[in-house]
């Protein structure tokens, strides 16, 4: 038995096996075919089928299209032509009927045995050149008649004979007038004598022509029709074409339908076998129907011609077609031949491609694209599972001064070891990615509680603040950190992306080298900062800055000494926006250049203005920001503003700050020897803060040192700022420079200033920034009381 079993399980497992080959085979057969399939040499006919079949439809389609509107067009025109055909009868039927009935009043109620010549006198008959109105006894002679050569003649006995059963309006049968040999009809009323018995006739002749006078070939065609057919179904008269025929006899039921029935029907014609769009309308109270009948071969040649020029086209374009397509499928069948011998080394080189698609090459860590599909993925799991997730949007602080200073190579040195440092932060099931430049963004799955965010993103700081070594020289920079956590912040990568950059841009803001968590209030101030730059594109052209100014006044004397000016902006929505609010959007979006020409030429202009005034000259301090100083065209803008207000140079001073002219020496003291060729006094702004040497400083032509508020804030408190304080003045000194204290609020701070021989200060203490118009008021006081400051 366990032999037997163990032969059976053994067969089971080969059928099984076998079914496993057979399923598999059939599978690697299935996809080599499909794979097959899709090469161009195949797929291209394929398509070309496809594409084939939906041209020909779509002219099919579009004859179709065409044919029927213009059928409908013809059973429309059918039934508007007929529409007024109708009114054009029946009026001129009423017309002769009303002309019957006179004539039968006048016999009858008048008694006149001829009452054409007092009708005539009255202007009652119909024109003599239309109609022929006579008066028949009872014998059917005619006795009267508006033509005399009428007069006489026997009118044929069954006419009489129906008029004197009948007392409604008769139509003939048609005939033709011997004279002139045109199809004439008569309509005709009984008269009555004054007992009531039969005594006679009227009648009125008229040429059957005239009830098919209005065709209009334009619109009917050669083989369009109108015709008057009596409901004992004789057509009264009819016209195709130029052809007037009278006396065909049709089935009137056929023609004429019983119902009201508003459409034109499109029928072969018994009278002729032609096919038309055929409307047919009784006359009311008449025994007669008007019959108007359009070509369909006429009405539709236009669209015919079409049909057979879509045809055509369609012909000529599948051909183009197939020829291009089989010159393509050679082409590509020799292409797969040839890509068949090299596929090894292709198979190598997509695989290439495909990690550099989706990883950065300089770092190898993954880029944006792998990224977000990464991102996409845990978004999905986490919301599956109720999770948490975090995205950290991180940016190098100062990047661009290391590129700037050491070249692009130092750069690239440093984010592969910021890429290094970051993966060793990280958790393996962590992810670290580089979108480009010096922003690089993190995953953190599977988040169990907040504070590890924090925990991370404090040791990333702390990571990236360490020394590195670049080109045998030791640098330090620092990171900014903006984080956003699933689900709280956002729902899809896009918004946790952004709301990081958001928290990132924040982060900046407070000093860098800190991390900031995600909140609306961030939201809304990135908001904010978008209507501010908004604005600011416009406040200039709309007149909204104005320049406040600061006096700088002499430590010893109190006197004014100069002024600096201060750019301020009135917002008409917003009111007065701080300086420290606006100033940073303009020098990122480069508005600053153009504001900053502005400032300069406001300054000068106020400045020669109140010399012309009588007031003292004095010099006027003027800040230079970041993208100012980096301006190619500063030299050249600032002697053409020179020239234009004609300012003295060496009353204005350009103030710039220490750390400007620390990141490039050469190129700072470039600009700095151009200003100083246009005789511009140059003064080193914040200075303190930028920790320059006095060997540094000793190759700038400079004539002010400005020292930093946040010194002079604490000098009385704080013995490290009042000790540097003093060598910022002995340095100041040394160097021959004036040395200028700003941010003094306190009387305090003033005495020391004044025991240390600092040259001059500015602050609240003395007066805050004011308009133009108080400024003059206060250096008029000073003119007038030279001590008063003291």
């Given at each position: 038995?366990?032999?037997?079993?163990?032969?059976?399980?053994?067969?089971?497992?080969?059928?099984?096996?076998?079914?496993?080959?057979?399923?598999?085979?059939?599978?690697?057969?299935?996809?080599?075919?499909?794979?097959?399939?899709?090469?161009?040499?195949?797929?291209?006919?394929?398509?070309?089928?496809?594409?084939?079949?939906?041209?020909?439809?779509?002219?099919?389609?579009?004859?179709?299209?065409?044919?029927?509107?213009?059928?409908?067009?013809?059973?429309?025109?059918?039934?508007?032509?007929?529409?007024?055909?109708?009114?054009?009868?029946?009026?001129?039927?009423?017309?002769?009927?009303?002309?019957?009935?006179?004539?039968?009043?006048?016999?009858?109620?008048?008694?006149?045995?001829?009452?054409?010549?007092?009708?005539?006198?009255?202007?009652?008959?119909?024109?003599?050149?239309?109609?022929?109105?006579?008066?028949?006894?009872?014998?059917?002679?005619?006795?009267?008649?508006?033509?005399?050569?009428?007069?006489?003649?026997?009118?044929?006995?069954?006419?009489?004979?129906?008029?004197?059963?009948?007392?409604?309006?008769?139509?003939?049968?048609?005939?033709?007038?011997?004279?002139?040999?045109?199809?004439?009809?008569?309509?005709?009323?009984?008269?009555?004598?004054?007992?009531?018995?039969?005594?006679?006739?009227?009648?009125?002749?008229?040429?059957?022509?005239?009830?098919?006078?209005?065709?209009?070939?334009?619109?009917?065609?050669?083989?369009?029709?109108?015709?008057?057919?009596?409901?004992?179904?004789?057509?009264?008269?009819?016209?195709?074409?130029?052809?007037?025929?009278?006396?065909?006899?049709?089935?009137?039921?056929?023609?004429?339908?019983?119902?009201?029935?508003?459409?034109?029907?499109?029928?072969?014609n018994g009278w002729d076998g032609v096919r038309r769009y055929t409307s047919a309308r009784q006359l009311y109270d008449y025994p007669l129907a008007v019959i108007v009948g359009l070509s369909e071969e006429e009405q539709l040649a236009a669209v015919t011609r079409q049909a057979h020029t879509y045809l055509w086209r369609a012909a000529g374009g599948s051909l183009l077609l197939v020829l291009?397509?089989?010159?393509?499928?050679?082409?590509?069948?020799?292409?797969?031949?040839?890509?068949?011998?090299?596929?090894?080394?292709?198979?190598?080189?997509?695989?290439?491609?495909?990690?550099?698609?989706?990883?950065?090459?300089?770092?190898?860590?993954?880029?944006?694209?792998?990224?977000?599909?990464?991102?996409?993925?845990?978004?999905?799991?986490?919301?599956?599972?109720?999770?948490?997730?975090?995205?950290?949007?991180?940016?190098?602080?100062?990047?661009?001064?290391?590129?700037?200073?050491?070249?692009?190579?130092?750069?690239?040195?440093?984010?592969?070891?910021?890429?290094?440092?970051?993966?060793?932060?990280?958790?393996?099931?962590?992810?670290?990615?580089?979108?480009?430049?010096?922003?690089?963004?993190?995953?953190?799955?599977?988040?169990?509680?907040?504070?590890?965010?924090?925990?991370?993103?404090?040791?990333?700081?702390?990571?990236?603040?360490?020394?590195?070594?670049?080109?045998?020289?030791?640098?330090?920079?620092t990171a900014s950190v903006g984080i956003s956590v699933f689900p709280r912040d956002g729902l899809d990568e896009q918004t946790l992306k952004k709301n990081a950059d958001i928290a990132m841009y924040q982060a900046k803001q407070q000093g860098k080298n800190n991390f900031q968590f995600y909140s609306e209030k961030l939201n809304a101030d990135s908001l904010e900062r978008l209507t501010l730059e908004l604005s600011l594109r416009h406040a200039l052209e709309r007149e909204e800055f104005q320049l406040h100014y600061q006096a700088k006044r002499d430590v010893r004397s109190g006197?004014?000494?100069?002024?600096?000016?201060?750019?301020?902006?009135?917002?008409?929505?917003?009111?007065?926006?701080?300086?420290?609010?606006?100033?940073?959007?303009?020098?990122?979006?480069?508005?600053?250049?153009?504001?900053?020409?502005?400032?300069?030429?406001?300054?000068?202009?106020?400045?020669?203005?109140?010399?012309?005034?009588?007031?003292?000259?004095?010099?006027?301090?003027?800040?230079?920001?970041?993208?100012?100083?980096?301006?190619?065209?500063?030299?050249?803008?600032?002697?053409?503003?020179?020239?234009?207000?004609?300012?003295?140079?060496?009353?204005?001073?350009?103030?710039?700050?220490?750390?400007?002219?620390?990141?490039?020496?050469?190129?700072?003291?470039?600009?700095?020897?151009?200003?100083?060729?246009?005789?511009?006094?140059?003064?080193?702004?914040?200075?303190?803060?930028?920790?320059?040497?006095?060997?540094?400083?000793?190759?700038?032509?400079?004539?002010?040192?400005?020292?930093?508020?946040?010194?002079?804030?604490?000098?009385?408190?704080?013995?490290?700022?009042?000790?540097?304080?003093?060598?910022?003045?002995?340095?100041?000194?040394?160097?021959?420079?004036?040395?200028?204290?700003?941010?003094?609020?306190?009387?305090?701070?003033?005495?020391?200033?004044?025991?240390?021989?600092?040259?001059?200060?500015?602050?609240?203490?003395?007066?805050?920034?004011?308009?133009?118009?108080?400024?003059?008021?206060?250096?008029?006081?000073?003119?007038?009381?030279?001590?008063?400051?003291?």
């Amino acid at each position: 038995m366990p032999v037997q079993r163990s032969n059976i399980l053994g067969s089971a497992s080969d059928i099984a096996n076998a079914a496993n080959s057979v399923s598999a085979t059939t599978h690697s057969l299935f996809r080599r075919g499909f794979d097959q399939a899709k090469e161009i040499y195949i797929l291209f006919p394929l398509l070309t089928v496809l594409l084939l079949l939906a041209i020909w439809a779509g002219t099919l389609y579009l004859i179709k299209v065409e044919q029927v509107r213009a059928q409908q067009g013809a059973a429309t025109a059918s039934l508007e032509i007929g529409a007024t055909y109708e009114a054009q009868i029946l009026r001129a039927v009423r017309e002769i009927d009303q002309t019957l009935k006179l004539v039968k009043y006048t016999y009858e109620s008048e008694g006149e045995q001829n009452p054409l010549p007092k009708l005539k006198e009255r202007a009652l008959l119909p024109p003599p050149f239309l109609f022929d109105v006579s008066v028949v006894d009872a014998s059917g002679v005619v006795v009267a008649s508006t033509q005399a050569s009428e007069v006489g003649i026997v009118v044929a006995q069954d006419e009489a004979q129906t008029r004197w059963r009948d007392n409604t309006l008769s139509i003939s049968r048609p005939w033709k007038n011997p004279a002139t040999g045109e199809w004439t009809l008569r309509f005709s009323r009984r008269l009555n004598s004054a007992g009531g018995v039969f005594s006679g006739i009227a009648m009125v002749e008229v040429d059957a022509a005239y009830f098919v006078s209005s065709y209009d070939a334009s619109k009917l065609g050669n083989q369009g029709t109108l015709g008057l057919l009596g409901t004992d179904g004789i057509f009264r008269v009819r016209r195709t074409g130029e052809a007037v025929i009278a006396g065909d006899t049709v089935d009137y039921a056929a023609v004429v339908p019983d119902t009201e029935n508003t459409e034109a029907l499109l029928s072969t014609n018994g009278w002729d076998g032609v096919r038309r769009y055929t409307s047919a309308r009784q006359l009311y109270d008449y025994p007669l129907a008007v019959i108007v009948g359009l070509s369909e071969e006429e009405q539709l040649a236009a669209v015919t011609r079409q049909a057979h020029t879509y045809l055509w086209r369609a012909a000529g374009g599948s051909l183009l077609l197939v020829l291009l397509v089989s010159l393509l499928s050679r082409m590509s069948w020799q292409l797969v031949q040839s890509r068949l011998r090299a596929a090894e080394a292709k198979v190598a080189y997509a695989e290439r491609v495909e990690y550099l698609a989706y990883h950065d090459g300089l770092t190898s860590l993954p880029n944006r694209s792998l990224f977000s599909k990464m991102l996409a993925q845990s978004i999905r799991e986490a919301s599956r599972y109720d999770r948490q997730l975090a995205v950290l949007f991180l940016d190098l602080d100062r990047f661009k001064q290391i590129n700037d200073t050491l070249g692009h190579d130092a750069g690239d040195q440093l984010l592969q070891a910021v890429a290094l440092r970051l993966r060793a932060c990280l958790r393996a099931s962590d992810t670290v990615a580089r979108l480009g430049g010096d922003e690089f963004v993190i995953l953190l799955p599977e988040l169990s509680e907040d504070s590890y965010v924090a925990v991370t993103a404090q040791k990333i700081l702390s990571t990236i603040a360490r020394p590195f070594n670049l080109h045998g020289q030791e640098f330090r920079i620092t990171a900014s950190v903006g984080i956003s956590v699933f689900p709280r912040d956002g729902l899809d990568e896009q918004t946790l992306k952004k709301n990081a950059d958001i928290a990132m841009y924040q982060a900046k803001q407070q000093g860098k080298n800190n991390f900031q968590f995600y909140s609306e209030k961030l939201n809304a101030d990135s908001l904010e900062r978008l209507t501010l730059e908004l604005s600011l594109r416009h406040a200039l052209e709309r007149e909204e800055f104005q320049l406040h100014y600061q006096a700088k006044r002499d430590v010893r004397s109190g006197q004014i000494t100069g002024m600096e000016a201060l750019l301020r902006w009135e917002h008409p929505d917003l009111g007065v926006v701080a300086p420290m609010q606006f100033i940073p959007v303009a020098e990122e979006t480069g508005l600053i250049v153009s504001i900053g020409k502005w400032v300069l030429k406001t300054a000068c202009r106020q400045n020669v203005t109140w010399q012309q005034q009588g007031l003292p000259h004095l010099g006027m301090a003027v800040n230079l920001t970041a993208r100012q100083f980096a301006d190619e065209n500063l030299l050249t803008d600032l002697a053409a503003i020179l020239a234009e207000t004609g300012m003295d140079a060496g009353l204005l001073e350009l103030e710039i700050a220490e750390s400007l002219l620390m990141q490039d020496a050469k190129r700072a003291l470039k600009v700095l020897i151009g200003l100083k060729d246009l005789k511009v006094r140059i003064a080193i702004d914040d200075f303190g803060i930028g920790y320059s040497s006095l060997s540094a400083l000793k190759q700038f032509p400079l004539d002010v040192i400005k020292i930093d508020r946040s010194f002079i804030r604490d000098i009385c408190d704080v013995s490290e700022d009042k000790a540097l304080t003093e060598a910022i003045i002995a340095m100041g000194r040394t160097l021959s420079l004036t040395v200028v204290a700003q941010g003094v609020e306190t009387k305090e701070q003033a005495d020391f200033l004044r025991d240390n021989a600092c040259d001059e200060f500015q602050g609240f203490y003395f007066n805050r920034p004011v308009p133009a118009d108080q400024f003059k008021a206060l250096l008029q006081a000073q003119t007038a009381h030279p001590g008063a400051d003291r």
